[in-house]
């Protein structure tokens, strides 16, 4: 909380992580000499939390039960950190720190939760509840005893998992304190949702056409993932159906990652010599993939106008009466 994240954006950013970045984390873990300890959280939400719904247990020595707890009393802004140090640590830890509280007094063989209170769920964990490694846990090439552990930057998301967790880290030496304070970590990405439609509403046409073409577009793409949808033949229509006055056979889109080139679906007409009136074809767009919405066009209206006219059978009845003879 006394200095804000430093955000390092990559290409690593279009990670599609969005659904990481919602909860706080453990985002640094100083167990140095003597009382050079402290313990930091991150918000890596976009907007700022009231830390009073949080807690960190502390379990010693292979204990299931909590043997000391700290209830932060902070706003913490989107993108920052909260401290807590050692009340008898070293200047460097002291100065960053946002509360002095003996939640730090551990040893390498303590186990440290986030949880969050209402409602009640772990968000992170550092060594494993109900476990004495003895003098620590291994984390990388060092330990949860002697060495300072960074979150690493493509963390975006605690892990109660501690075989997981574990893994998560960068190791420095021993009271190592230039990282403490702020945290660097990939930038997450809000989800991106294409929105597909037909490019109008309707199409008019004859008989005497033989096909109908129907463009589809895409906007917003997502730039990793390919995204697709069904374009299919709504019976709401008032043509007779497929294969009379026309033939069509449901067609699935797919744009490539990063395309919004417009595609395109064809309808045959059928010329079927009988005079009657115009016919509409319903197509709907459906099941869309990779978070896509339908836009204001998620229908299109093909209208078929009818070529054929009436003939008559000279001397019949109906057909003088048809005349107004």
């Known amino acids: 909380m006394k200095h804000l994240i430093l955000f390092t954006l990559t290409l690593l950013g279009f990670n599609l992580a969005q659904a990481q970045c919602d909860q706080l984390f453990f985002s640094e873990y100083l167990e140095g000499a003597s009382n050079n300890k402290a313990i930091e959280i991150y918000n890596p939400t976009a907007a700022a939390i009231n830390l009073n719904n949080y807690v960190i247990y502390r379990y010693n020595n292979g204990s299931v039960t909590p043997t000391d707890s700290l209830f932060p009393q902070d706003i913490l802004a989107a993108g920052d950190v909260w401290v807590a ?16 509280h003996t939640i730090t007094f551990f040893n390498g063989d303590d186990a440290l939760t986030l949880f969050q209170i209402n409602p009640r769920v772990q968000l992170d964990a550092i060594g494993l509840v109900g476990n004495d490694p003895g003098v620590n846990w291994p984390v990388g090439t060092g330990a949860t005893s002697e060495f300072t552990l960074v979150r690493q930057v493509g ?5 109660t998992n ?25 930038p997450c990405v809000a989800p991106i ?11 008019l046409t004859t008989e005497a056409a033989t096909t109908v073409t129907i463009t589809v577009s895409i906007s917003n793409v997502n730039p990793l993932t390919a995204t697709s949808v069904d374009v299919v033949a709504n019976l709401g229509g008032t043509a007779t159906g497929g294969g009379v006055d026309y033939t069509y056979a449901t067609t699935t889109l797919t744009w490539p990652a990063n395309d919004s080139t417009p595609q395109t679906v064809t309808m045959s007409i059928v010329d079927d010599g009988l005079f009657e009136q115009s016919e509409t074809v319903i197509l709907d767009l459906q099941n869309a993939t990779n978070n896509a919405t339908l836009g204001g066009n998620a229908s299109h209206t093909v209208t078929i106008q009818d070529n054929d006219f009436p003939t008559y059978t000279i001397g019949a009845v109906n057909d003088v009466d048809s005349l107004g003879v």
Do not use: E, K, R
Not at 87 to 100: E, K
Not at 173 to 179: A, C, F, G, R, V
Not at 193 to 203: D, E, G, K, L
């Open 85 to 100: 140090g050692n009340p008898s640590a070293i200047p460097a830890i002291l100065s960053v720190s946002d509360t002095l």
């Open 155 to 159: 963390v975006q998301a605690g892990n």
């Open 193 to 203: 949702f294409p929105v597909i439609q037909f490019a109008n509403s309707s199409t």
């Open 162 to 186: 501690w075989a997981v967790g574990a893994t998560q880290y960068d190791v420095y030496p021993q009271n190592t304190t230039t990282y403490l304070g702020s945290h660097t970590m990939t």
